[in-house]
């Protein structure tokens, strides 16, 4: 594709408990963070630009569920509480925001009680009240949030919300205080990732008087350093400085160095990188188109900055249709596909690691491990044909068609052909359906579909092995006949939801124990049902221009844009 | 041939005139040896059935047979000037100017997206000093001239605005335009109906009466030239049979197929019961005999019929065929059961 | 002439394509080939080519070896002999190209004939579906029926066409430019049918199907003949551009169109992936636009085909 | 002429109601592409769909649909796009249309100053080395893809020869004429080449083809024998005629291109035009954005049909009678 | 002029319906307007008129290949018009149709073997061979060599093409033949061949010719009897002798004398009588008598009231009010 517009997906995570609640309530209110202790204002000024080839929808940061924006919203909008600007695994944590401190969590976890700052005024020179909170949640379901039916019903009142979005009102959900200054959450049960969920764009809290549906194109105040003066889903986003900002906590919203941030659409991504070549451009949104790598990484070395990522890539097989319905079959290919060689269609192995676990490395659970391996070893030391070739005579599906879909993008494309080619020499007739990127995805979940095996990926919200494990692969998550079943492969399994469930129950009480239970069924789903074939973990390349400096990396929302130099 | 009697004060003056064309297929002699005047005045009137070459041997003569694989020789003198082979320039300022033409199909001949009194200013403007409005003003003044009603407002109307019958007067306006010595009419009246016919030849005649030009009409009908033509060339395969004056060709055809041609028209003013037929059909322009054209089709062929007959005759009146004063008049009297008429 | 020598080049190059790939430089050209090592001057070298320069990101294709055996054009990022691909593509693209050529003719004949000599609401439901699909923009029609048909595949009745068929896009290609040739050829039918020649056989009593097959079909013919070599360049060149866009030849089958696409991924390490099928193209749909003109010359000066993609 | 014009409107508004009804089963009838599950968001809960499907009205009856999508396109004009939600499709349209009016504007100079003398010279020098000659160019220009050659040529500007001979060409994109006219030239000048090579080789040939039938015609000799020079002929009278073919031509191409034909160039050259916006629109199968992308271009197509008719009966004196 | 009657047309009209230039307007032009006439057994009638009087219209409305839009048509008794194409049959079979322009009406993709045959193997009459033996003996009727039966029509001449044309119309031994401008393609010298030709085919085939052409003299030297066609209609109507001795309509008055003569005989020239103005369009037609914008000699009357077609003499009817030579 001409796009080589590569989709970055954002997990959801459900009703999972993955961060204990003393892990959040450990760190201190304000405690130093990172590189936003000492702002360095002779780097102040000057305008980013930032290019990718399209926009990504709407603006609303309570509607848009995209990394593109997502990132540019560090910097515009804050939630009561937010993931820590710092580089690296530390922006894995949660850190109180717009509130004083980290929530008093009650009543066995089900209520929280939040404090708000005093003095932080929106874009709009509104002052930020408990009313704003109040609605701010219940606008989460007016708008029909992607996740209000799965996340924030889990306030009281929520499921009502969810089903009539117009009279929303949370009541006994959302208690505030205007004298106290204080908000109350309570929830229908004790949930360990609600402050993950509150932390995540979604959360943002706004102005009472924003639309209560969703605003499209039109920027809506927020609280973070910059402001949107304007955005056009063809032409591009500007920010400016929000001049109605002050730094109340470096930690969670640190001062900005850029004075006006661009991002500009509609070039293709090669002139991008030519531009950021040139200097016309400062860093590339699109991932960088594979011929330009060599050249890149020769030429401009030190531009260029590469992180792991928690992610996966990986080919979910349809557990309920032939051939993939027989287990012999699916461990097959499992077998059969080279990693590496995927890899290579990716960018080389330094751009991505072989993997062989649902878990991508650095996850709560995260245990190296690879039941389908030549020779043994946990880790990853290449495929096995021989024994493909011998499962695949064993399952009697020998000779079936197979169609693989896939997002008719060059690198989905190329993995996808390579999959198709590993097919054909293990037995099956293959064939690749390659679709365009904004209908695979949901093309993908439909059983109506009857789609056998695809290729899909899976990049982490925050970080909770439910997000992975749970949503991808659990009974709840398998609509038949819907454009919404993120569990691709119709996998469900009664004794492993069980697991599951009592992994989450765990997680209250002894997170070390939940996360080894995690990493067991990890462990057991792939080795007993291998209902997928994991690919790899891919890593964050980033291009930025000759005059950036200051560049740091989130594990979270990846590059933090307000935090890059560009004088 | 008479001996150039008349070369002095002819208009027009052809002399052995040959058209050939290289084609795939071989030499296509088109116009074979064609020699003929036209005095000062004069209505000629050239007659022939289709592919006789008649009109390329007018159309020859002014360079506008534009092909690159023609070739013409012989002489053809405007006013005592030689104009074959002149170049682009002189040529143009010979047609139009010198010579006027008027074309069989009145419906194609005038150019569809200009009104026709542009078309007549533009060929005034092309060979004379008029201004535009001087011009314009003749145009129309011709335009009436022709018999056209309204000629000030027709003059703004496009060709397509006008009856067949019209149309030829418009493009008989255009020829006189520039006063020219001599008008060329390629079949004028072929494409109009016999009403309208009347009108056309009724219209040129007044004209040459009052313009003085010499005329020279090229028809495949016998009946025009009779009333038209003064002097007769009939033609047959790109060669000339048969030159006398009108009366003399028609009342006392010479040449065989002069007396098929005319014996072979229906009449309405006496039914005859059969029509003369010249058997066969039309020599191919690729291959005409090296003798006689005709003989293949000739009922008196004789063996002598294998070379070339000369323009041979008493005086104005002569024809090319080797058939004797004698023999000719024995066949005239012994034809008249088929219907030939005396 | 010589365009005929050109055509009929490339369709044997074309058609030899497998004894070249088989015998000639024993690759496959639809197998992913990541891993292979080829014989390059005495020493063995990978197809795909890691960067070991500078952080060494990216992977690299082999390039042109000009070695007619092996990787005369290099490889694709999936290590596959882009020469072998070349000719296998213009075997899709020459099929493509000429079939639905063929195919939209045909239907266009029919159309045009039936909607010509009945008339009344036969034509008048003809010509009405002509100005629609004639208004509809063509390079959306054929977009649009191309991105919904590789989605659900052609399913009519007991017909199911799956999405990655080479039909697909044959028939795409053939129904989206019937207009252009039905139209036309209604016309010609119009006048046809005014012909004396067809009166004649009307005043002897024949029947309509005696008309049309003997009368009307044979004089309509050289119009058709005239179309097709036309057809078949510029239906190469709307097959190229959709598969171009992902949306004609699916992979991993080959379509000059489909190695163009691949190619732009390379077009700054390796353009000739790019840039040789683009040759491929320009030279077959030119020589058959020399043809048609030729054709046209010798059977029917007035006809002419138009649009544009 | 009025009831000309009226019925032309009245043909015109019908075909364009039987493309939309068109457009509207084929984009409704395609499975996988559920609009409420889009709108709602990846992994949205199914009462969230549920809910989302109610309030975009996508659970009422198919004609009931497609009349409300007509009822905001056209009547209430506020129509959103499903994949950029509150993105109204009219204002999309309003913003891309000037980059494709630029790109065709400029192409359409040069293919006809190229064209017209393409076909004049190659027609006025039948049977010498020249015409063949053009018309081979010609035939070249005719097969190349237009977008293959937009690539070749980004990969000499842009990549092999950026860094000598066309240092100056901007990297690709389109600057409005009203913020830099250099710039806005600059960056559109090759794919304003790119565009239009495909069509001064067509235009070249048909000229070349209508002159040379005209010279034949018998007001040409009529011409001649008027005593006309050479060059008057050609000009004044064959060209004047050929004209009318080819006015006629430009119209329709003129038409489409504006409604977005030139799809493939601005896909390749990155400009922001309606042909890319409508590409994107079927990329993502965004019904409301691909309605209106094609009502537009069949919009256009039509109206340059009528442009056309008027054209012609201004040009050819013998339509405007009849 | 006591034959059998063949073809009797009574009051047959022909109009043709064109989109107006205003909304919903609709153009009628009247081709044929009126016209009644008689076909006999073994004669031939002759019909003459210029271009655009609805000669050609009204042969078709005769034989049946254009529907007539009032009127009725009844050829040996029976009402052809309202019959369906099945029914109309036999009757095709008996009256032939020769055409014009012998480029046109043969079709260019045939042999002209299987063009003469065609008209049998439709109407299923004898087997291959007999059909084949009997186009051979057509060719051999209409002076053509047998032996080209496979060729195309062009390798024909114009006066072959139309032997060929007039072979196929013979080919079903029809009664009537109703020839349309059979000649007026051909050069003088191929017109007399094939006006003779058909001389000989009526006389030895015992034909009924309807005939109908411009050309004055070829319409005198065929006819036994001539109909004028004016605009639509027929003005005058008699023996041929008659018409062209003393015509009794002012129209044809006129278009006799106009025709060029050969003056190969000492007898005075005719006075010619110039008609100006042109054929005015069928879909405007005059009120009163339709010539009377262009003729001499029109008043008031026939200005405002239409001559009736009446027999002035016995065989003889003209439509005028001021009929002329009338002692």
């Known amino acids: 594709m001409l796009r080589n517009q590569l989709t970055r997906r954002i997990g959801v995570p459900l009703a999972a408990l993955a961060m204990s609640i003393l892990g959040v309530v450990a760190v201190a209110p304000g405690s130093p963070a990172g590189a936003s202790t000492s702002y360095q204002s002779a780097h102040a000024g000057g305008t980013l630009k930032l290019l990718a080839t399209q926009g990504s929808g709407t603006l609303d940061p309570q509607v848009n569920y995209t990394l593109q924006y997502w990132q540019l919203y560090q910097a515009t909008y804050d939630g009561l509480v937010s993931f820590q600007k710092v580089s690296d695994a530390a922006s894995f944590q949660v850190v109180p925001d717009l509130a004083v401190a980290m929530p008093k969590v009650t009543n066995g976890g089900k209520t929280y009680t939040f404090v708000l700052r005093k003095g932080i005024k929106f874009s709009n020179g509104a002052p930020v009240t408990v009313n704003d909170v109040r609605s701010s949640l219940q606008r989460i379901f007016k708008v029909s949030n992607p996740n209000s039916g799965s996340w924030y019903n889990v306030i009281v009142g929520g499921p009502a919300c969810v089903t009539t979005p117009a009279t929303c009102t949370l009541n006994g959900g959302v208690v505030v205080n205007a004298a106290t200054n204080t908000v109350t959450i309570n929830l229908i049960t004790p949930d360990a990732e609600f402050l993950d969920q509150l932390a995540v764009p979604f959360g943002s809290i706004l102005p009472s008087t924003a639309p209560t549906k969703d605003a499209g194109s039109v920027p809506i105040p927020g609280t973070g350093a910059y402001k949107f003066k304007s955005y056009n889903s063809s032409t591009g986003i500007v920010m400016v400085r929000n001049p109605y900002f002050k730094v109340w906590s470096a930690a969670a919203q640190p001062q900005g160095y850029p004075n006006e941030i661009d991002m500009n659409f509609g070039a293709t991504v090669e002139s991008e990188v030519t531009a950021v070549q040139n200097g016309q451009g400062d860093w590339v949104y699109d991932p960088l188109p594979s011929d330009r790598l060599q050249a890149l990484s020769t030429t401009y070395a030190k531009q260029l900055h590469v992180h792991s990522l928690t992610a996966n890539w990986y080919l979910p097989m349809n557990v309920n249709i032939a051939p993939f319905n027989n287990l012999k079959a699916r461990q097959a290919l499992n077998y059969a596909i080279d990693k590496n060689a995927a890899i290579k269609l990716f960018g080389g192995k330094l751009l991505a690691d072989p993997t062989c676990t649902i878990l991508p490395p650095g996850f709560p659970g995260h245990v190296p491990y690879c039941a389908y391996n030549k020779g043994s070893g946990s880790t990853y030391n290449g495929p096995d044909l021989a024994k493909a070739k011998a499962l695949v005579a064993a399952s009697g599906t020998k000779g079936d068609a197979v169609a693989i879909v896939v997002i008719n993008d060059s690198v989905n494309s190329a993995v996808g052909q390579y999959v198709q080619s590993v097919l054909n020499s293990i037995g099956y007739k293959a064939t690749v359906k390659p679709l365009s990127s904004n209908i695979q995805f949901t093309y993908i979940q439909n059983t109506k579909n009857k789609v056998q095996i695809s290729l899909s990926q899976w990049y982490q919200d925050y970080p909770a092995a439910s997000d992975f494990v749970k949503v991808l692969l659990s009974c709840s998550e398998f609509h038949p006949a819907s454009d919404n079943s993120i569990n691709m492969s119709g996998f469900c399994n009664k004794s492993l939801d069980a697991k599951m469930n009592t992994a989450e129950t765990l997680e209250l009480t002894n997170p070390t124990a939940a996360n080894a239970l995690w990493g067991q069924i990890d462990q057991q789903m792939m080795s007993k049902y291998a209902p997928w074939v994991p690919l790899f973990n891919p890593k964050q390349l980033d291009f930025v221009s000759k005059r950036v400096g200051n560049y740091q990396f989130s594990r979270q929302f990846y590059m933090y844009v307000d935090q890059l130099w560009v004088k | ?342 | 002439m010589a365009a005929l020598g050109v055509v009929l080049f490339v369709v044997t190059a074309c058609l030899l394509a497998p004894v070249y790939a088989h015998d000639l430089a024993h690759v496959d050209a639809f197998t992913s080939n990541l891993n292979g090592t080829i014989r390059l001057n005495g020493r063995t070298v990978s197809v795909l080519q890691a960067n070991t320069q500078g952080l060494g990101f990216g992977v690299t294709p082999i390039g042109p070896t000009w070695h007619f055996t092996n990787y005369f054009l290099g490889a694709d990022n999936q290590g596959r002999d882009v020469f072998a691909r070349l000719l296998y593509g213009g075997r899709a693209t020459l099929l493509i190209g000429s079939t639905s050529a063929i195919i939209c003719c045909l239907v266009a004949t029919v159309l045009g004939l039936a909607a010509g000599y009945f008339g009344g609401v036969i034509d008048w439901v003809v010509s009405r579906v002509f100005d629609i699909v004639w208004a509809f923009p063509i390079y959306l029609l054929a977009i649009s029926l191309s991105v919904i048909l590789l989605t659900s595949g052609l399913n009519i009745g007991p017909l199911h066409i799956g999405a990655g068929s080479l039909l697909l896009p044959i028939l795409i290609i053939a129904m989206v430019f019937v207009p252009y040739v039905g139209r036309p050829l209604r016309g010609i039918v119009l006048s046809l049918k005014e012909r004396e020649f067809v009166q004649a056989a009307i005043g002897s009593g024949a029947s309509d199907w005696h008309i049309i097959t003997k009368e009307i079909l044979p004089n309509v013919a050289p119009t058709i003949i005239v179309f097709l070599p036309l057809m078949v360049a510029f239906n190469m060149l709307t097959e190229s551009a959709l598969s171009f866009l992902s949306i004609g030849v699916q992979p991993p089958n080959a379509s000059w169109g489909t190695i163009i696409n691949d190619g732009l991924g390379l077009l700054y390490t390796r353009p000739w992936v790019a840039i040789a099928p683009g040759i491929g193209i320009v030279l077959t749909a030119g020589a058959l636009n020399v043809l048609g003109d030729g054709v046209r010359d010798a059977f029917d000066p007035k006809a002419r085909l138009r649009g544009s993609i | 002429m009025v009831s000309f014009i009226i019925r032309r409107l009245i043909s015109a508004v019908l075909v364009l109601f039987a493309i939309s009804v068109m457009v509207f089963l084929i984009f409704f009838a395609t499975p996988g592409v559920d609009p409420a599950a889009r709108i709602a968001g990846r992994s949205a809960s199914p009462a969230v769909v549920a809910a989302v499907r109610a309030s975009f009205g996508l659970n009422r009856p198919l004609p009931i649909r497609y009349l409300l999508m007509m009822e905001h396109l056209f009547i209430k004009r506020d129509l959103t796009s499903y994949v950029n939600p509150n993105t109204p499709v009219i204002p999309q349209i309003l913003r891309a249309a000037p980059v494709t009016l630029s790109l065709v504007l400029g192409a359409a100079l040069i293919w006809l100053l190229i064209g017209v003398l393409g076909g004049v010279v190659a027609a006025a020098n039948r049977g010498k080395f020249i015409d063949p000659l053009i018309m081979f160019v010609g035939i070249a220009a005719v097969s190349v893809p237009a977008y293959w050659l937009g690539e070749v040529v980004n990969y000499f500007t842009q990549s092999r020869f950026h860094s000598s001979v066309f240092s100056w060409v901007p990297s690709s994109g389109y600057v409005s004429i009203t913020t830099s006219p250099v710039q806005w030239a600059l960056h559109l000048v090759f794919p304003w080449l790119t565009l239009a090579a495909l069509y001064a080789g067509i235009y070249a040939r048909v000229l070349r083809a209508e002159l040379v039938n005209a010279l034949n015609e018998d007001y040409v000799r009529t011409a001649r024998a008027k005593g006309l020079s050479e060059r008057r002929i050609l000009v004044r009278h064959a060209l004047r005629c050929s004209l009318v073919a080819l006015v006629s031509l430009f119209g329709l191409d003129f038409g489409a291109l504006i409604g977005g034909a030139a799809l493939l160039t601005e896909v390749v050259m990155g400009l922001p035009g309606i042909g890319q916006l409508t590409y994107n629109a079927l990329q993502s199968l965004d019904l409301p954005v691909i309605m209106g992308c094609v009502m537009y271009a069949a919009f256009f197509v039509v109206f340059a049909n009528a442009v056309v008719d008027v054209l012609y009966a201004l040009l050819d004196p013998r339509v405007r009678v009849a | 002029m006591s034959g059998e009657v063949l073809l009797r047309a009574t009051d047959v009209v022909k109009t043709f319906t064109s989109r107006g230039k205003k909304l919903g307007a609709r153009n009628v032009a009247t081709a044929v307007n009126g016209v009644s006439l008689e076909v006999r057994r073994g004669e031939t009638l002759g019909i003459v008129g210029e271009s655009g009087c609805g000669k050609s219209t009204l042969a078709r409305c005769l034989v049946q290949l254009l529907p007539v839009t009032s009127g009725s048509v009844e050829f040996r008794g029976v009402e052809l018009t309202g019959l369906s194409r099945r029914q109309l049959r036999p009757h095709r079979r008996e009256m032939q149709l020769v055409f014009q322009d012998p480029y046109a009406s043969l079709n260019p993709r045939r042999t002209v073997g299987d063009i003469v045959a065609d008209p049998m193997r439709i109407n299923k009459i004898g087997s291959d061979q007999e059909i084949g033996d009997r186009v051979r003996d057509l060719f051999v009727t209409v002076g053509l060599d047998p032996a080209s039966i496979r060729r195309y029509p062009h390798e024909f001449s114009g006066g072959q093409r139309q032997r060929i044309g007039i072979a196929r119309s013979l080919s079903l031994n029809p009664s009537l033949v109703v020839a349309d401008e059979p000649v007026s393609a051909l050069d003088v010298s191929v017109q007399a061949q094939v006006l003779n030709l058909m001389a000989d085919l009526q006389e030895s085939l015992q034909l009924t010719y309807l005939f109908i052409a411009h050309d004055l003299g070829v319409v005198r030297h065929v006819s036994d009897r001539v109909g004028v066609m004016y605009l639509g209609e027929i003005v005058e109507l008699g023996d041929a002798e008659g018409i062209y001795g003393s015509p009794l309509h002012p129209y044809t008055e006129a278009l006799l004398s106009v025709v060029p003569e050969l003056n190969d005989t000492d007898a005075p020239r005719r006075e010619r009588i110039l008609i100006t103005g042109d054929v005015p369009d069928p879909s405007a037609r005059p009120d009163g008598c339709s010539f009377h914008p262009r003729c001499p000699v029109a008043t008031d009357e026939c200005r405002t009231l239409k001559p009736p077609l009446i027999e002035l003499r016995p065989g003889r009817f003209v439509a005028c009010h001021h009929p002329r030579n009338i002692d």
């Not at chain 2, 040529?91 to 009194?117: E, H, K, N």
């Not at chain 2, 066969?280 to 003989?295: I, K, Q, Y």
């Open chain 2, 1 to 342: 041939m008479p001996d150039d009697p008349t070369s002095t004060e002819a208009v027009l003056s052809v002399r052995d005139l040959k058209v050939s064309f290289a084609t795939r297929q071989g030499e296509l002699r088109a116009v074979d040896g064609l020699s003929f005047d036209v005095g000062s005045k004069e209505v000629l009137g050239i007659v022939g059935e289709s592919g006789s070459g008649k009109s390329v041997a007018m159309y020859s003569m002014l360079g506008l047979v534009r092909d690159s694989n023609v070739t013409i020789s012989g002489s053809v003198k405007f006013e005592g000037r030689e104009i074959l082979g002149l170049g682009d320039k002189e040529m143009q300022s010979v047609r139009g100017g010198d010579v006027g033409m008027i074309f069989q199909d009145p419906m194609t001949a005038l150019t569809p997206v200009y009104t026709v009194g542009w078309q007549i200013v533009e060929q005034i403007r092309a060979h004379t000093d008029l201004t535009k409005a001087q011009a314009k003003a003749r145009a129309v003044e011709l335009l009436g001239e022709v018999g056209i009603p309204n000629p000030q407002r027709r003059a703004g109307q496009f060709p397509h605005e006008f009856s067949g019958g019209m149309r030829q007067r418009v493009v008989i306006a255009m020829a006189l335009s520039c006063n020219p010595r001599l008008l060329i009419a390629d079949e004028p009246t072929t494409a109009l109906d016999v009403t309208t016919q009347a009108q056309i030849l009724d219209l040129m005649e007044k004209l040459q009466q009052s313009y003085g030009s010499s005329i020279v009409i090229i028809t495949h009908d016998m009946g025009v030239i009779a009333e038209m033509a003064d002097r007769v060339v009939v033609m047959y395969a790109g060669r000339p049979a048969e030159i006398g004056p009108e009366l003399e060709v028609v009342r006392f055809p010479r040449h065989p197929y002069t007396w098929g041609l005319l014996g072979a028209v229906p009449r309405v003013d006496s039914k005859n019961t059969r029509l003369v037929t010249i058997p066969g059909v039309s020599v191919s322009p690729l291959d005409v005999p090296d003798g006689c054209a005709f003989a293949p089709r000739c009922e008196h062929r004789m063996a002598i019929c294998d070379e070339r007959p000369a323009l041979l005759g008493d005086g104005e009146h002569v024809d090319a065929c080797w058939l004797s004063d004698a023999q000719r008049v024995a066949i005239r009297s012994g034809s008249k059961t088929s219907g030939g008429r005396p």
